[in-house]
Every structure is written in C-alpha cells, then in structure tokens.
C-alpha cells in the first residue's frame, strides 16, 4: 500500500513544472493546467486508456475525468457518447477545453460529486471511475482538490459509488473500475458484497519503473 506521505509528496512534485502543459497522446492534442493531475507522475490513465474494453456504440459515464483521458480517447474510439464529470471545477474547465481543441462532438461535460449531478433518468452502457484507491483513515481532511483524486477516506466515495451506480446501468452495463493495486482488496470485496454486486478481473499491468500494478475490475449486478 502506499503511504500518505508518499502519496502527497508526489502531488506536490506534480504541480512543480510550467503549466499549461502540451502533449499529444492517443492522436489528441491535449493541454493540461495547473491544479489538475499531471499526467506525467501518475501513468494510470494511459494503461487504463491502452487496455479498456471497445466501446463502439456505447454510452459512456466517466467520473473523474481529470484533463480529459481516458475519456475523450472513448469518445473518439466510437463510443455513441460521453458523459465526463469531476468534482473539481479545474479539471471541467480543462476536459472542456480539451474537447473544443479536439472537435469532439458526442461529449458532454459537467460538474458532479459522483452521481450528485447527474440526470436521475440518464442510463449508461459503461460507468468508468479511475477511482482514487489510496486509503487514509475516515476522519481524514483533504489539504487540497489534488487530493480527492487520489486518496478516499475510509473508502466513503467507494461505496457510494457502488451502492449508487448500478441504477444508472443499462440492464446489460457494467461498471468498470480503474483499482491499483497500492488499494485495500479486501474493503473493495467488502463493498461489491454489501451492494450485492458481482466483480470480475479484466486485466493487470504496469510500466517499467512503476511502482505499483494497474488493474480494471468489471462490476455488475447480480443476475
């Protein structure tokens, strides 16, 4: 598991280089701000992006959608349409941003606290959270925005993500869940339990020099 002060440390690092930052991945030409995650300290996003599921067809839910990707890469892969959203107001304001840079057209973006904001109507082939699995007690206080991408106090957000999800499922969606392996196994089996859900393995995988392996899990309801 990764210590808090590990884990802090790095976000600060992230923040310390000349923003806005320019790259190019996945054929977007993409710009990434200052107060958002950097996507050059933490490579979770590119192997989840690498290794997603097709989603030709599909409508599409991200929560915490960060400078914009994986999602926006959905979006042009074929997905029938993307929903992004963050709690963070920088990180809308940057997937809109790289949005209108790209000419992405079946994108929607929009602040919400998880499902807080989103339409109670709305049903979704695929739910996708690269969830912030770094654990710290309950009674934790986050010390800025940065945090909440990464660190959940006593996995609160977790199992209100899975306790509020699977309405927002098609009959057939699934959740997929974006859960390193420096996260708590055992609390996340204890959550898909509780909710009465079924959660499968995709795949596993890790760079060179990383520390930790990147793993996505299928969650669905119980037939």
């Known amino acids: 598991m990764t210590d808090l002060n590990e884990i ?11 923003f806005p930052l320019y790259i190019k991945e996945f054929g977007l030409d993409l ?38 990707l994986p999602g926006l890469h959905l979006a ?12 963070d107001p920088k990180a809308v304001a940057n997937t809109l941003e790289n949005v209108a840079r790209n000419g992405i057209q079946n994108v929607e973006v929009l602040q919400s606290d998880i499902f807080t904001n989103i339409p109670i109507q709305r049903r979704f082939d695929v739910i996708f959270w690269n969830y912030p699995s770094i654990f710290a007690p309950d009674t934790y206080v986050y010390r800025d925005d940065l945090e909440r991408g990464a660190i959940d106090p006593g996995y609160k957000l977790l199992n209100r993500f899975l306790s509020e999800g699977p309405e927002f499922l098609t009959e057939s969606g699934s959740i997929l869940l974006g859960f390193a392996s420096s996260g708590r196994d055992e609390l996340l089996s204890e959550a898909v339990a509780t909710n009465d859900l079924s959660c499968v393995l995709l795949g596993s995988g890790t760079y060179p020099n990383a520390k930790q392996v990147y793993r996505m899990f299928a969650i669905r309801k119980r037939a």
């Open 8 to 18: 802090r440390a790095r976000l600060k690092v992230s923040q310390e280089q000349s």
């Open 31 to 68: 710009v990434v701000n200052e107060g958002v995650f950097s996507p050059q300290e933490f490579q979770n996003w590119r192997w989840l992006a690498e290794n997603f599921p097709p989603v030709e067809g599909k409508s599409v839910l991200e929560i915490g959608c960060g400078f914009g």
């Open 76 to 87: 042009k892969l074929g997905a029938m349409s993307l929903l992004s959203c963050d709690i």
